[in-house]
């Protein structure tokens, strides 16, 4: 069954302003990693969170992850045109490293 | 992170035929890794290429169906064998670094007609 449930499925924004998806898992994780996928080509990794951070940043992404909810967000700040894309958040299980169960995902779209 | 290049990148398919799709790294790595994405969906694991022995299937993936190779700690394949339409997906290779962040190449997307 997939790890990962991603909230919401379709994000509108315009450039600018601050875009916010959630991932929410089931099992104990090693880490949560974050991708961009751009119209159907391979997935761009931004970000791994390890179960023992609690925030990280990079660049404009701002990852937080909550182990007693079992969930994190990834937020944008201001977003641009090229941040159109889908993004989708990955967990590994404490004993599978890199077997990871990917959520839904969340479908971005930033509007000029 | 590792290079990773794939081929074919794209390709049309017919029925009933079978496809290998190549997966270089440009640096040796321990796990690698063949993922699915079908149309609209998420990415959903098929195996793990073991170099050197047999690949480890997930559930629901057969070594029949997609036989794995991985001669060595750079390269691997993977056929999609006697194809149908619901194989159409983009199937995508996948390495695990150090830090544990995985990485993928471009995906090969396959249709089959």
């Known amino acids: 069954s997939q790890q990962g449930e991603e909230d919401p499925q379709a994000l509108s924004i315009q450039e600018g302003e601050n875009a916010t998806m959630n991932c929410s898992y089931k099992?104990?994780?090693?880490?949560l990693q974050w991708y961009r996928q751009n119209s159907g080509r391979g997935l761009v990794h931004l970000i791994l969170i390890r179960s023992n951070e609690r925030e990280k940043h990079s660049g404009r992404l701002r990852v937080t992850l909550d182990t007693s909810k079992k969930s994190s967000s990834l937020l944008i700040t201001a977003s641009r045109a090229a941040d159109t894309a889908s993004y989708f958040c990955a967990t590994d299980a404490t004993d599978s490293w890199g077997k990871l169960q990917f959520g839904a995902g969340t479908q971005v779209v930033v509007t000029p | 992170s590792a290079v990773i290049s794939q081929k074919p990148s794209r390709d049309i398919c017919q029925r009933g035929t079978s496809l290998t799709i190549q997966c270089q790294v440009d640096?040796?790595?321990?796990?690698m890794f063949w993922y699915r994405q079908q149309p609209g969906q998420s990415l959903t694991l098929i195996a793990t290429a073991n170099q050197g022995s047999e690949a480890t299937y997930e559930s629901g993936f057969v070594i029949d169906k997609f036989p794995i190779s991985r001669p060595n700690l750079t390269f691997s394949t993977l056929t999609v064998s006697n194809m149908s339409p619901e194989d159409s997906s983009i199937y995508l290779c996948?390495?695990?670094?150090?830090?544990?962040?995985?990485?993928f190449g471009e995906g090969s997307r396959l249709t089959v007609l």
């Open positions: 099992t104990s994780i090693n880490n």
């Open positions: 640096s040796q790595v321990t796990m």
């Open positions: 996948s390495v695990l670094a150090n830090t544990g962040e995985l990485f």
